[in-house]
């Protein structure tokens, strides 16, 4: 082989690796393993005490494993996940952890790599922040605040919310209801059931009053602990909704020193 056949061979080898990682990172990005939850730890209890893992009241430090349940009362639980992401549940809810955190009843914020199930849908992020809710009705809701999720059909005969089937397995894509739906910060979709088959509705705009209701309602107020990724967060929201006025989202608070007074210089 020439040296020019050598250097040739050498550059497709390169490519063909080059396409293989780049095959395999697109991959790992829709793989919902990659936000795989095996327990969670309630890290704060706010309004009261009613906050439960499996029935039995919860406190700081308390931790739920696969397939346990999560429920609050007229109390709000933040949470933390073993893969680095985190949520918070607000009053009357209740959710299933797992690979795909199962909403049960009311809603939940998530933020960090989070799969969320409702019903027969998977809503699989890698990094983002974004709300899952029940409704009264049994209509689901999903807001996207910051990034984007990905929303596929998964098979599972056994979707109900309150079903006593394992929640926390990961169930594999159906292929035979190939809707997905690729839902970007600022928009949110209704997830409701029609002729036995849940349904992603179509994706419209969080409105100003909506976002203004959610940055100053059980989701945000009063926390300590703040979510991962507040920086981008805020920026999101800030280049979706300007000008409206933003809690705390996360960044921390930049300690200003204290000046010194020296004598004989007006201030």
Partial sequence: MSRWQHRHFRQAIY????????????????????????????????????????????????????????????????LRFNNGAAGRMRPNSSVIIGQCVQIQQGGIIASGPTNACAGSVRAATRGTTFIMELDEDGTYGCKVLEGSVVMSQ?????????????PASSPALDSSQSQELILEQGKKVSISRGN????????????????????????????????????????????????????????????????????????
């Fill in 15 to 78: 490519g063909f690796l080059v396409s293989i990682c780049l095959v395999l990172g697109v991959g790992a990005w829709l793989n919902p393993a990659q936000a795989q939850i095996n327990q969670a730890t309630v890290t704060e209890v706010l309004d009261g005490n009613q906050v439960f893992v499996q029935g039995s009241q919860a406190r700081v430090g308390s931790v739920a494993g696969v397939g346990q349940q999560i429920s609050t009362g007229a109390s709000r639980a933040g």
């Fill in 196 to 267: 036995g088959v849940w349904e992603i509705g179509q994706p419209q705009s969080i409105t100003t009053e909506e976002i203004l209701a959610i940055l100053n309602g059980s989701l945000f107020s009063g926390y300590v602990q703040q979510l991962p990724g507040g920086g981008n967060l805020q920026r999101a929201i800030q280049s979706l909704f300007p000008g409206i006025p933003l809690p705390n989202l996360g960044l921390p608070s930049i300690p200003i020193p204290r000046i010194p007074r020296i004598p004989g210089l007006p201030f």
């Fill in 154 to 166: 998964i098979a599972d005969a056994n979707d109900s919310p309150n079903s006593s089937s394992n």
